[in-house]
């Protein structure tokens, strides 16, 4: 896995963190997520560990330039969906709000999906089952400003007792997503959300 060039996102968790940020590769079977959300996976992914996240995890298969998994798990009213520091007062950083529709959940992803400046496009928005609730399933492209690779991405999210969860994949458009497609697919139908405990 080249670890050397990171996606913006991943340059913004480990800027965040008191001692250096490491991939963990994880062992197949069911993880929990942020204590939050449990999912079954194939054992191919690595996961970053060490950040000041509590509700935004990132995993990779083949490297954070070659593909992207995003686990946000149990957004609540008013938080957004990374902890974002310094944002100038006349940005200010779209917050969750629990009578939000799918559509609402899309523009929020946007949000963060372009806080680089690179281009998103919603391809389109259903009706799905994910993480025990009637949620949605949406799939985008992407031009991402540092480098102009065009990528697809797919999203699985739903509102569950007035949080929010959302998993979202991306990668290249060029063979790293349709390579990853099934197993994420598989992965989001899995999910089902722990309760706090």
């Avoid at 391809?123 to 031009?143: H, M, N, Q, T």
């Amino acid at each position: 896995m080249n670890l050397k060039v990171l996606v913006p996102v991943a340059l913004l968790l480990l800027a965040a963190c008191t001692k250096p940020a490491t991939w963990v590769g994880l062992a197949q079977g069911e993880v929990v997520v942020c204590e939050r959300l449990a999912v079954r996976h194939d054992g191919a992914w690595s996961r970053l560990e060490g950040t000041r996240e509590p509700k935004h995890e990132v995993w990779t298969s083949d490297g954070m330039p070659l593909d992207q998994l995003h686990f946000h798990t149990g957004i609540a009213e008013g938080e957004s969906l990374v902890v974002v520091k310094d944002r100038p007062a006349d940005k200010p950083i779209p917050r969750f709000r629990k009578d939000m529709q799918a559509q609402d959940v899309v523009e929020l992803y946007e949000s963060f999906a372009t806080q680089d400046g690179s281009v998103f496009t919603l391809e389109k928005l259903a009706p799905a089952r994910f993480a025990d609730e009637d949620g949605f399933r949406f799939e985008f492209s992407r031009v991402r400003k540092r480098d102009e690779v065009r990528t697809r991405g797919v999203a699985y999210g739903a509102i569950h007792r007035g949080e929010l969860f959302l998993v979202a994949f991306e990668a290249p458009r060029i063979h790293y997503f349709a390579k990853h497609l099934p197993r994420v697919e598989a992965l989001a139908q899995s999910a089902h959300v722990r309760e706090k405990g």
